[in-house]
């Protein structure tokens, strides 16, 4: 069985540091994932095998990424007829990019299992191998997100609502935020990058030596 992932801190904040906080024990992928693929084993001990995995699936989302992107060009071409056809199409490709990324979401926090790669929410605490960090109430919101997620691009908008409850910050201010997460990370010497493309937004990705 899967192991569950970090846990799942819900804060309502009004300021940095002023929050009343609720933490629960959740794992980050809610609903079922897609069925393993051949040779696919979650339990490995192997982190060698657990980043392969990790870039079988991405690969996969980048070139459903593709098509989808090429059937929305499409659809203003088509016929009436042709275009419901073609919105069965992008369904039946966002479900099974929903099923990839939940994959991922379970590779990626394999890896961080077999590495020691831990959110305390508790005490906003990162821990990696023998090194720990604190982090202001956003910078942990911000990370947690990322990393319940990997690979996985946010919008400003999406993370200014899905990490920090729909908080009214500007654009540069949420730069500001991944700025320092980058810090942190580069800090504790986690091989990992936080990653902006336009159009897309911020993801975090895991490089092969972590």
């Known amino acids: 069985m899967p192991r569950a992932g970090p846990h799942i801190l819900d804060q309502r904040t009004d300021a940095e540091g002023s929050s009343a906080t609720r933490t629960t024990f959740l794992s980050p992928v809610v609903d079922e994932p897609s069925p393993p693929l051949e040779g696919e084993h979650l339990e490995t001990t192997h982190w060698e095998d657990a980043h392969h995995w990790i870039s079988i699936y991405s690969d996969l989302l980048e070139f459903k990424r593709g098509i989808l992107d090429q059937i929305r060009r499409d659809l203003a071409k088509l016929t009436p007829d042709a275009q419901k ?42 821990r990696y191998k023998d090194g720990e960090a604190t982090l ?40 500001t935020y991944v700025r320092r997460i980058r810090k942190i990370l580069a800090a504790m010497e986690i091989p990992s990058d936080v990653v902006n493309r336009p159009g897309r937004g911020y993801s975090l990705t895991f490089r092969g030596d972590l």
């Open 85 to 126: 056809a073609a919105e069965s199409d992008l369904k039946i490709v966002e479900d099974q990019m929903m099923g990839y990324q939940k994959r991922l979401d379970l590779w990626s926090q394999r890896v961080r299992d077999l590495h020691g790669l831990w959110l305390d929410p508790e005490r906003r605490l990162i």
């Open 136 to 175: 202001t109430v956003r910078e942990f919101q911000l990370l947690q997100l990322l990393l319940n997620h990997p690979h996985r691009y946010f919008t400003v908008t999406e993370i200014l609502s899905q990490a920090w409850g729909g908080a009214a910050l500007f654009p540069e201010e949420v730069r």
